[in-house]
């Protein structure tokens, strides 16, 4: 029969002593610093009476150790750990006399490590857009390769073809690694996005605490902690073809290291790593969630949750954590039956959920925190930077009009959209709102509310530095030109004025392939192209060139069905952005462009009539 322990340490400590006898029963004591080494055999003995409170890191290997590969139980025993934990944590700094300014200085330091840790899921985000830019980049390029060998193959003579049937072996094979390895990436991506969002809410329920606690004591005036600085982002590698395997090697090196630090930051924000979305849908369609407990909540209206006797929380917040879960394992079903639908051939046609419609209408702003698609692949409007996380126009402008529209710091997350993932994440109700050069088209108009334009750009030429050749559109005649697959008007420019075309699916390939030679210019939007001179002082815009059309209006894209009246606050908040704000953001993040038209670069703003014969709703 195994001895009876005996608990000494105060309630949460002596319950968080419980939790690890149970789950590392029947080991002994020894048996348990066997199984991890360190610290020492007297310092798990304290852990296991209460009389000490384990380190979280210590915790949380001890629950991986206990659990190995079954990750159901770690899911579920890393939650419980966490709870258990910061309360005993919490127990530990409090003495019971001081009128709760241990409390406070506890929720300070809680509130230190939710931004530090949230900063991190960006730093990881935004590592993982990087390496999915390279990747799709290699990937073109080994397509390339691919094509041109099964050409060649095609016309070689029989002497040729054995050392061809090899480079074409060769090639395929590293087209899948490639293909693997963008896989995971933009899983990585999206998971620690989910990860951002649980803590931000982390951050939010931490500081509506302090402002409890301190209305209770009325006393210990501490202001808030700073945010934790966000660590350095690297840059974007180059894709050169020599060490394209070296590459990749570094990528799958670095993609191991990210994995680790999401499996911290999952626990951290008490998500389950099984149930969590790895990727956004990929079957077109429109998933429509049921509004969850806190839709519907203002800022000033949520109320912070009581803690249970075993550190959990109760009421609105566990019923709201609960529901993320379901909502989680819902989308993940759906996604599987899906795909097996898919795979026997079977398809799915579906329609947006048509505007008005009872039940289906969804109102970003009535929420109690705003998500906000930005780019993070589009210098001067939006990119990853290594001290801010995001810089950039449009990454300016987006939080600029959240704290407008009545949204706290800690209330306002934005996240990084690639070009092809817009329509589908804001459709499906995975962002709010985007601010990503969301083009007004006429085709898009049925699809979402759009407001705006907050941006206007003609089309222009991107071209080698060295190049003097080129002037105007009519000069690209017979050169290969460069346009993304998804602009018919980039195309029809480049084949009006008898250029050959290159396509590629984003601006950013585009520009790779300038920049090794592998076309001679490049044809989009001219603002777009002027970022692209800041990042690289190897590339130029010819200003003169431009295509004599009437300018692309970039806009704020918000869900089909978005409330009029809540559309209206948003063109009031932009009417005011663009009266005020608007210089000072182009000029610091677009300083090319002012440096091209000195006494002209305001042009690119919209109008007062601008706003109102495009915008989807007439201001109030």
Request: proline content about 6%; overall charge neutral.
């Amino acid at each position: 029969m195994p001895r009876q322990r005996r608990f000494v340490g105060r309630p949460h400590a002596n319950a968080l002593a419980v939790f690890i006898v149970r789950i590392t029963d029947p080991r002994s004591t020894q048996e348990v610093f066997d199984l991890m080494g360190t610290p020492s055999r007297a310092t798990w003995a304290k852990y296991m009476n209460g009389s000490a409170v384990i380190p979280r890191r210590t915790l949380g290997a001890l629950v991986r150790a206990v659990c190995g590969t079954d990750e159901r139980r770690r899911a579920a025993y890393t939650q419980q750990a966490n709870r258990l934990w910061r309360a005993a944590d919490d127990e530990s700094r409090r003495p019971e006399d001081d009128g709760g300014e241990s409390a406070l200085v506890r929720l300070h330091e809680r509130l230190a490590e939710a931004v530090e840790a949230r900063h991190r899921a960006e730093l990881v985000a935004a590592k993982a857009n990087a390496a999915v830019g390279v990747l799709r980049d290699m990937r073109a390029l080994m397509e390339s390769v691919i094509d041109s060998t099964r050409a060649q193959l095609r016309s070689a003579a029989d002497r040729e073809r054995s050392g061809l049937r090899q480079l074409l072996v060769d090639a395929e094979r590293r087209a899948a690694r490639i293909e693997d390895e963008l896989g995971k990436a933009q899983g990585r991506r999206y998971t620690a996005e989910q990860a951002q969002q649980a803590l931000a809410r982390e951050v939010f329920e931490a500081r509506e605490e302090i402002a409890r606690l301190r209305h209770s004591i009325n006393r210990m005036p501490v202001d808030d902690l700073p945010a934790a600085p966000s660590p350095a982002l690297p840059p974007t590698p180059e894709i050169v073809m020599d060490a394209l395997d070296d590459q990749l090697a570094t990528i799958v090196g670095e993609g191991a290291a990210a994995d680790e630090e999401l499996a911290g930051l999952l626990e951290q924000a008490d998500l389950e790593p099984d149930s969590s979305v790895t990727s956004p849908p990929t079957i077109p369609g429109v998933v429509i969630d049921r509004p969850g407990p806190d839709r519907g909540r203002r800022l000033e209206d949520t109320a912070v949750p009581a803690a249970g006797a075993d550190g959990a929380p109760r009421g609105r917040r566990a019923a709201a954590a609960r529901h993320a879960v379901a909502r989680r394992r819902t989308r993940t079903t759906v996604g599987v039956c899906l795909a097996l639908l898919a795979s026997l051939g079977v398809s799915l046609v579906w329609d947006p959920p048509p505007a008005g419609r009872s039940g289906e209408v969804r109102d970003v702003l009535d929420g109690d925190r705003l998500t906000i698609g930005v780019s993070l692949d589009s210098p001067g409007l939006g990119e990853a930077d290594g001290i801010t996380t995001l810089r950039g126009f449009e990454s300016a402008m987006a939080p600029w009009l959240a704290r407008r529209l009545g949204f706290a710091d800690g209330a306002i997350l934005r996240t990084g959209l690639p070009g092809e993932e817009r329509g589908p994440r804001l459709r499906s109700g995975q962002v709010d709102m985007v601010i990503a050069r969301m083009e007004i088209t006429a085709a898009r108009k049925s699809e979402f509310v759009f407001v705006g334009p907050y941006l206007k750009s003609h089309h222009g030429i991107l071209v080698m530095k060295t190049d003097k050749d080129v002037s105007s559109f009519k000069d690209l005649a017979g050169r290969r030109v460069c346009t993304r697959v998804s602009s018919p008007a980039e195309q029809s420019l480049v084949r009006d004025n008898q250029a050959v075309a290159v396509n590629r699916n984003r601006l950013g390939e585009c520009v790779a392939a300038l920049r090794t030679g592998s076309v001679d210019a490049v044809v989009g939007s001219q603002v777009e192209l002027f970022g692209y001179t800041q990042k690289y002082d190897d590339l130029a815009v010819p200003p003169a060139a431009t295509d004599g059309q009437e300018a692309g209006l970039y806009a704020v894209a918000l869900p089909a069905g978005t409330p009029d009246a809540s559309c209206r606050r948003v063109l009031q908040a932009l009417r005011e952005y663009v009266r005020g704000q608007w210089k000072g953001d182009f000029g610091s993040q677009l300083g090319s462009v002012v440096q091209a038209f000195p006494t002209t670069w305001t042009a690119f703003a919209p109008t007062e009539g601008d706003l109102d014969e495009n915008s989807s709703c007439a201001s109030a």
